[in-house]
């Protein structure tokens, strides 16, 4: 049974097109993470939530917004997405972040950018 | 230096055969380490952590070198289905970080 789930598994948008990712898990993990992996690159954190903590890598773009509203959903928003952004966008949770801890992930939703 | 690195391959082993890859780290500070396996268009999945002593799990043996900062993976009796790009992650306090990834292809 699917633990981390993600809709779409794929999504096509045009350049400059708001466009909304989501995220579910069924086992009330209070982490959960945003990655974005591009192709023969790592997964890049985008950001996490620590429970309702939002925490953002100095890195990402504006343009990537995440919410919480509960435990269960995580979105991830791009504004004004450009061809640079086509990419697979994980989203992983973990139980409380620990050091042994392991991620899981959702199988992904694969953006394309028209 | 890198934070994580891992050589990208491909690495083209015939099935049955044995091998090998590294992965070094940066960080001596860094606290957990793990190895992922990830299938083309896929998520990565835990294939195993990698404990201070060193850890089996059947054909698959992982040992850290904390001296070295590098941690590595040993698949024997390669399998096709062991064909994969294996991502090695290491933990320091609360950041990830993820390498590249090593690719696998058994050749039959």
């Known amino acids: 049974d699917a633990m981390v789930i993600q809709n779409p598994r794929y999504q096509v948008t045009q350049f400059g097109k708001p466009v909304t990712l989501s995220c579910s898990q069924t086992?009330?993990?209070?982490?959960m993470y945003w990655y974005q992996q591009k192709s023969s690159q790592a997964p890049k954190l985008l950001f996490h939530y620590y429970d309702k903590d939002f925490n953002n890598e100095a890195d990402t773009p504006d343009n990537f917004q995440s919410r919480r509203p509960n435990t269960s959903f995580c979105f991830l928003d791009i504004r004004s997405p450009g061809l640079g952004d086509a990419a697979m966008y994980l989203c992983?949770?973990?139980?409380?972040?620990?050091?042994?801890?392991?991620?899981?992930f959702g199988s992904g939703t694969q953006l394309s950018v028209l | 230096r890198k934070e994580v690195e891992q050589d990208p391959g491909p690495f083209n082993v015939p099935e049955g055969a044995t091998v090998a890859f590294n992965c070094t780290y940066s960080n001596s500070a860094s606290q957990s380490f793990f190895w992922y396996r990830q299938d083309c268009r896929k998520e990565p999945k835990l294939l195993m952590s990698v404990y201070s002593s060193g850890n089996e799990d059947g054909r698959f043996t992982a040992q850290l070198n904390r001296a070295s900062q590098y941690i590595s993976l040993l698949i024997r009796d390669s399998k096709l289905s062991d064909s994969a790009t294996y991502l090695c992650?290491?933990?320091?306090?609360?950041?990830?970080?993820f390498g590249k990834g090593t690719r696998l292809h058994i050749l039959p």
């Open positions: 086992l009330n993990h209070n982490v």
């Open positions: 992650v290491v933990k320091a306090d609360d950041k990830i970080i």
């Open positions: 992983a949770t973990s139980r409380d972040g620990g050091p042994n801890e392991k991620l899981f």
